[in-house]
């Protein structure tokens, strides 16, 4: 089945610097990538989505300049945290569309997520 | 607009029966359903399209009532692999982003 992979798993980092997320379909081509955030024990928060060759689209609230997304083919899409504080510490997951296209009629595959935590 | 799940929380004997529900106050194209694990990310059980579509697997089943728009997780003599946080997610239309429930935590006792 579709498999999307996503790395690292965690990471800690310092207060201010940034941290990259990858996460890459790996037997099919994923043009459109979601990105969400989870705390603890809440909901997945739509932040962005990511469409291969184009811009991303965010959703309200999120600041563009600090969740920085690349979507640089068609089988990776990148989420940069810039200047990252401690109040972004969170579960950040990825999925796509399973069969690779933007219909929501097959579902999606997840990520496995990252666990970033600022310190 | 996020979808409403209910209940927020449920706790069963092995072998007992759940139901977790659903509901947008928006036209739904499609509703599916996940179950997350503590740490880790949600794993697909299923989607269910406009139409009245009702689907399952195994003792999962799933309905979804395009009128009401709502939609029903259905666990049938559940085992403790079933515990974990289920989400429903919609969309309004097919092309793109959903919107995810707060979540049920089901916990199975022996």
């Known amino acids: 089945g579709a498999v999307v992979s996503q790395h690292p798993s965690w990471v800690i980092c310092k207060s201010g610097t940034s941290v990259k997320i990858e996460c890459r379909s790996l037997?099919?081509?994923?043009?459109?990538m979601f990105w969400y955030r989870q705390f603890p024990k809440q909901s997945l928060m739509l932040m962005a989505t990511?469409?291969?060759?184009?811009?991303?689209?965010?959703e309200q609230g999120v600041e563009k300049d600090k969740f920085l997304i690349n979507h640089a083919s068609l089988t990776l899409s990148t989420l940069t945290v810039t200047s990252a504080h401690p109040e972004d510490s969170s579960f950040y997951i990825c999925?796509?569309?399973?069969?690779?296209?933007?219909?929501?009629?097959?579902?999606?595959?997840f990520g496995s997520g990252t666990r970033l935590t600022v310190v | 607009q996020q979808p409403v799940q209910s209940p927020q929380a449920v706790i069963l004997r092995e072998g007992e029966d759940a139901v977790i529900n659903c509901s947008s106050s928006k036209a739904l194209y499609s509703v599916h359903w996940y179950r997350q694990k503590h740490g880790e990310a949600p794993v697909f059980l299923m989607i269910l399209l406009k139409g009245g579509e009702q689907k399952g697997h195994e003792k999962i089943s799933a309905s979804f009532n395009e009128k009401k728009q709502q939609s029903s997780l259905y666990l049938t003599a559940s085992q403790l692999s079933y515990s974990g946080t289920y989400f429903c997610g919609t969309a309004n239309t097919n092309a793109g982003k959903s919107t995810f429930g707060d979540g049920t935590t089901l916990t199975v006792k022996p």
């Open positions: 037997d099919f081509q994923a043009t459109t």
């Open positions: 999925s796509a569309p399973q069969i690779g296209t933007v219909d929501v009629a097959y579902g999606y595959t």
């Open positions: 990511s469409n291969e060759g184009s811009k991303a689209t965010y």
